[in-house]
């Protein structure tokens, strides 16, 4: 009698199946784990990706170096000079998200600017994007803005092949200060370059200890080998897996809020960069490593000590998991 | 945390409940001393009567005792007016009585009676009496005695009960003899009641006569109805004397009861009472006041905003569905879990189709958003600033209406009428947003975020676009309240949203 019902949810898993897995929703996690130790004043210091800098900074963490800010619509005339002297440079708005509004420009002389994925802008069109990401177009509820110059990153070969175009990145969850869960976001031609996985980017989940490959994931479902480019994602490891963390862990006392997410990546000469912080961090990342983040959080509420330093928390981490 | 967690889930719970017995009190108050509904009855009906006594003064004081109507559970009586200059007013109100008092007067009089009268069709019930005595044996010669006895054998072959049997026998056509030696052949109407009083009073049934009116549109000039009462089976019934008829007409007002007459003048001869019926038809929530000043209720009808000018009241009736319509926002969100554009479009969308109806609506919405997208690409090759951008993009919208709304005019073709309903910068920003996505993430991410939104928006119509509903909210204003702790208890909702029981059911399912 309720064939077609069951034939509808046949998709659907049951409450209880979730949570007796740990799998943590979005209501419990706005309610239960944001609102309780992300204080609202916190967020300022990472929605604003120059003041995440300067704080990155002052603590000791390595982020993409930055060549200037337009805070004015005036100032966009002064690109050219703004950006002398460096052959690449990227422009992003401050208060962005999701790498919306993210320009990589890889070579240009006074008239054509080449970016990352071939794409050929004119100066006006470079002066028209800027002048976007200034009215808000591109921010957290249309407010205005400003454009944020910096270095590019250098990527690291070793990713070469896990990623079709794009900039593959790491994400580590960071909960009352240690790191939970991390994953690699490797983007594919289906993401356009991107490295969002709601887009079809690719999203690995990584050993917590050994930054190592457990599971991989394209829209939700299982996979091994990446779309475009073949490899098997089983093998990926992240190199200075230490140095990830010891980023990720240190942007709890950067910014106070007990969980966040951090975006890393690894840079072919100065090595794991910070490239922003982000105060509601997806969910998505259960599902790329096939774990569920409400048993994760549970097991740091319960068993980690509290009160410890970075260092002390990161070998914690890498000697207790 | 879980500590705080449960107090905050508590105090909530301990207001939801709190605001649910103040809501349950408040609308059990309004039934009773408003005359509320949960059923969006927009009418009553209201009877003016006018009972019209004349006569000619005889140079005697006068004194005129007029019958006034009972007012019963099913007829109210919600004004009464008395036009006699020059008399005195006395109300008896035991015996439902007026009277009028004067010194002696010369010329032919003439008293104007007026009564409205509301149908309380609420609340019409069966009404309580008293016991009465038996009745005593009417005193009639022997002849007479025996054309009686005659007459009550003779009624025992006519059909219903043993008043209507009574009633029958005497309106027999042809009469029968033994009729016709009790009662004339052509009979008033006192006389036949009389005759039907003495039969069934003769068989130990108590009766009495009654007189009323039957509330008929724009009658004019006409005598009360004489009917019979008996008391049978601990209640008294009413007949109608001709055609035996058991029952309260429909709209019928009963005016006087027992021997007592309508009217009595002293003081003057050849009077007379007519009277005029005229219905009016009135919204039901305009009575609420005089119901509420019947019930003695008028100080807290005052605070209400059923005592604000219909004009406001509109207003109002508009607003207080929003809330409801916010609760299937909530759930929709945040217990099915289906992103749509900006929080409240959806739900403006909605209100708009409660206006234009829903497929003109959706029609309407569709064309205004097609035309608008294909706008809004060419703008995108201007280059333009932010703002700037935005802004034409709602003076194309208020273009795009005035075309509309001309073209639906000229061809009467209604959904061009309803393209103003649409909350012009609402629909600037669906625009401009889907725009955006289209352009970053592809049509398919834009057609999907508009295609959820109306989904919604239809969700929230189905829901708004009851009329039962949309009284029920307004004139029961206290759900309101209701509402806003349920929506509160919905922010601490934890449990899953229906699309993450499948968004993470890979987790769940090995395979």
């Known amino acids: 009698?309720?064939?077609?019902?069951?034939?509808?949810?046949?998709?659907?898993?049951?409450?209880?199946?979730?949570?007796?897995?740990?799998?943590?929703?979005?209501?419990?996690?706005?309610?239960?784990?944001?609102?309780?130790?992300?204080?609202?004043?916190?967020?300022?210091?990472?929605?604003?990706?120059?003041?995440?800098?300067?704080?990155?900074?002052?603590?000791?963490?390595?982020?993409?170096?930055?060549?200037?800010?337009?805070?004015?619509?005036?100032?966009?005339?002064?690109?050219?000079?703004?950006?002398?002297?460096?052959?690449?440079?990227?422009?992003?708005?401050?208060?962005?998200?999701?790498?919306?509004?993210?320009?990589?420009?890889?070579?240009?002389?006074?008239?054509?600017?080449?970016?990352?994925?071939?794409?050929?802008?004119?100066?006006?069109?470079?002066?028209?994007?800027?002048?976007?990401?200034?009215?808000?177009?591109?921010?957290?509820?249309?407010?205005?803005?400003?454009a944020v110059i910096e270095e590019l990153?250098?990527?690291?070969?070793?990713?070469?092949?896990?990623?079709?175009?794009?900039?593959?990145?790491?994400?580590?969850?960071?909960?009352?200060?240690?790191?939970?869960?991390?994953?690699?976001?490797?983007?594919?031609?289906?993401?356009d370059g991107r490295a969002n996985l709601h887009q079809g980017a690719v999203g690995v989940g990584l050993d917590?200890?050994?930054?190592?490959?457990?599971?991989?994931?394209?829209?939700?479902?299982?996979?091994?080998?990446?779309?475009?480019?073949?490899?098997?994602?089983?093998?990926?490891?992240?190199?200075?897996?230490?140095?990830?963390?010891?980023?990720?862990?240190?942007?709890?006392?950067?910014?106070?809020?007990?969980?966040?997410?951090?975006?890393?990546?690894?840079?072919?000469?100065?090595?794991?960069?910070?490239?922003?912080?982000?105060?509601?961090?997806?969910?998505?990342?259960?599902?790329?490593?096939?774990?569920?983040?409400?048993?994760?959080?549970?097991?740091?509420?319960?068993?980690?000590?509290?009160?410890?330093?970075?260092?002390?928390?990161?070998?914690?981490?890498?000697k207790n998991n | 945390m879980l500590k705080k967690f449960a107090s905050v889930r508590k105090i909530l719970t301990l207001g939801l409940v709190l605001s649910?017995?103040?809501?349950?009190?408040?609308i059990y108050y309004k039934i009773t001393y408003w005359g509320f509904s949960f059923w969006p009855k927009q009418t009553t009906k209201i009877w003016t009567i006018e009972a019209h006594v004349s006569f000619t003064p005889n140079g005697d004081p006068i004194k005129v005792s007029l019958a006034s109507p009972y007012a019963s559970d099913d007829f109210k009586i919600l004004d009464e007016d008395i036009v006699a200059p020059n008399y005195k007013v006395k109300k008896d109100d035991k015996n439902k009585r007026i009277i009028l008092t004067s010194d002696s007067i010369e010329e032919e009089q003439n008293i104007?009676?007026?009564?409205?009268?509301?149908?309380?069709?609420?609340?019409?019930?069966?009404?309580?009496?008293?016991?009465?005595?038996?009745?005593?044996?009417?005193?009639?010669?022997?002849?007479?005695?025996?054309?009686?006895a005659k007459l009550l054998k003779l009624a025992d072959t006519m059909q219903g009960d043993e008043v209507q049997k009574v009633i029958r026998l005497l309106n027999q056509t042809p009469?029968?003899?033994?009729?016709?030696?009790?009662?004339?052949?052509?009979?008033?109407q006192k006389e036949l009641s009389l005759a039907i009083s003495r039969l069934l009073s003769l068989k130990g049934i108590p009766n009495r006569t009654a007189r009323g009116i039957k509330l008929e549109e724009d009658k004019t000039s006409f005598s009360a109805d004489l009917m019979m009462e008996a008391y049978i089976d601990g209640v008294w019934k009413l007949y109608d004397?001709?055609?035996?008829?058991?029952?309260?007409?429909?709209?019928?007002?009963?005016?006087?009861?027992?021997?007592?007459?309508?009217?009595?003048?002293?003081?003057?001869?050849?009077?007379?009472?007519?009277?005029?019926?005229?219905?009016?038809?009135?919204?039901?929530?305009?009575?609420?006041?005089?119901?509420?000043?019947?019930?003695?209720?008028?100080?807290?009808?005052?605070?209400?905003?059923?005592?604000?000018?219909?004009?406001?009241?509109?207003?109002?009736k508009w607003l207080t569905i929003f809330p409801l319509a916010i609760l299937v926002i909530v759930l929709i969100r945040n217990v099915i879990g289906i992103t749509t554009m900006g929080t409240f479009t959806p739900m403006?969308?909605?209100?708009?189709?409660?206006?234009?109806?829903?497929?003109?609506?959706?029609?309407?919405?569709?064309?205004?958003?097609?035309?608008?997208?294909?706008?809004?690409?060419?703008?995108?090759?201007?280059?333009?600033?932010?703002?700037?951008?935005?802004?034409?993009?709602?003076?194309?919208?208020?273009?795009?209406?005035?075309?509309?709304t001309v073209l639906g005019y000229r061809f009467s073709v209604d959904i061009g009428l309803s393209a103003v309903f649409f909350p012009i910068i609402i629909m600037a920003w669906i625009i401009e947003r889907a725009s955006i996505t289209w352009e970053e993430e592809g049509p398919a991410n834009a057609w999907r975020e508009v295609i959820y939104s109306v989904i919604a928006a239809v969700l929230v119509y189905a829901i708004v676009n009851n009329e039962v509903t949309r009284h029920i909210m307004f004139v029961f204003n206290e759900l309101n309240l209701v509402i806003l702790f349920i929506v509160m208890l919905f922010g601490t909702y934890t449990g899953y949203r229906l699309t993450e029981l499948k968004r993470f059911a890979p987790l769940v399912r090995d395979n």
């Open chain 1, 208 to 318: 917590i200890r050994t930054g190592k490959a457990v599971n991989a994931v394209m829209h939700n479902l299982p996979i091994t080998h990446h779309p475009d480019t073949g490899v098997d994602l089983m093998k990926l490891e992240v190199p200075f897996w230490r140095e990830h963390l010891e980023i990720a862990t240190k942007a709890y006392e950067m910014t106070g809020l007990g969980y966040l997410g951090a975006d890393i990546v690894l840079d072919k000469y100065r090595g794991p960069m910070m490239l922003e912080l982000n105060a509601r961090p997806g969910l998505a990342i259960q599902i790329a490593n096939h774990v569920g983040l409400a048993k994760v959080l549970k097991k740091i509420d319960k068993y980690y000590p509290k009160k410890l330093g970075p260092q002390e928390r990161l070998d914690f981490v890498l």
């Open chain 2, 348 to 404: 403006l969308i909605a209100l708009a189709l409660v206006k234009t109806g829903l497929i003109p609506g959706l029609i309407c919405f569709s064309i205004i958003l097609s035309i608008g997208l294909g706008l809004r690409a060419l703008l995108s090759k201007l280059n333009l600033l932010l703002v700037p951008r935005i802004s034409a993009v709602v003076i194309f919208v208020i273009l795009m209406m005035q075309v509309m």
């Open chain 2, 112 to 148: 104007y009676y007026r009564i409205l009268l509301f149908d309380n069709e609420d609340a019409k019930g069966k009404i309580a009496a008293p016991v009465p005595p038996a009745p005593k044996k009417p005193i009639m010669d022997e002849q007479m005695a025996a054309t009686a």
């Open chain 2, 241 to 316: 004397i001709k055609t035996a008829k058991k029952g309260k007409p429909e709209n019928f007002v009963l005016f006087q009861r027992g021997g007592n007459s309508l009217i009595d003048v002293e003081g003057g001869n050849d009077s007379s009472i007519k009277f005029s019926v005229m219905k009016s038809i009135t919204s039901s929530l305009n009575l609420a006041g005089k119901r509420a000043k019947l019930a003695n209720q008028e100080d807290n009808f005052n605070l209400s905003v059923f005592s604000l000018p219909l004009y406001e009241q509109n207003t109002i």
């Open chain 1, 153 to 191: 990153v250098h990527f690291s070969n070793i990713f070469q092949d896990y990623s079709y175009q794009g900039i593959p990145d790491v994400r580590v969850i960071v909960y009352r200060g240690y790191p939970a869960l991390a994953m690699m976001r490797l983007a594919t031609a289906e993401s």
């Open chain 1, 1 to 146: 009698m309720f064939h077609w019902f069951g034939k509808l949810f046949a998709n659907y898993a049951s409450p209880k199946e979730l949570r007796e897995a740990g799998i943590l929703g979005m209501n419990r996690r706005n309610f239960n784990v944001i609102s309780k130790y992300n204080k609202r004043r916190l967020y300022p210091l990472v929605d604003d990706k120059v003041q995440t800098k300067i704080l990155a900074n002052k603590i000791g963490i390595n982020t993409p170096g930055l060549i200037g800010v337009i805070e004015y619509q005036h100032e966009v005339k002064n690109i050219l000079e703004i950006v002398k002297g460096y052959k690449e440079f990227v422009v992003k708005p401050a208060h962005g998200s999701g790498g919306k509004g993210v320009l990589v420009i890889k070579d240009y002389d006074n008239d054509i600017f080449t970016t990352t994925s071939n794409k050929k802008l004119t100066y006006n069109e470079l002066y028209q994007h800027i002048s976007n990401v200034l009215s808000g177009l591109y921010s957290l509820g249309g407010k205005y803005d400003v």
């Open chain 2, 175 to 188: 009469p029968d003899s033994t009729v016709v030696a009790f009662l004339p052949m052509k009979k008033t």
């Open chain 2, 20 to 26: 649910i017995i103040f809501a349950a009190y408040s």
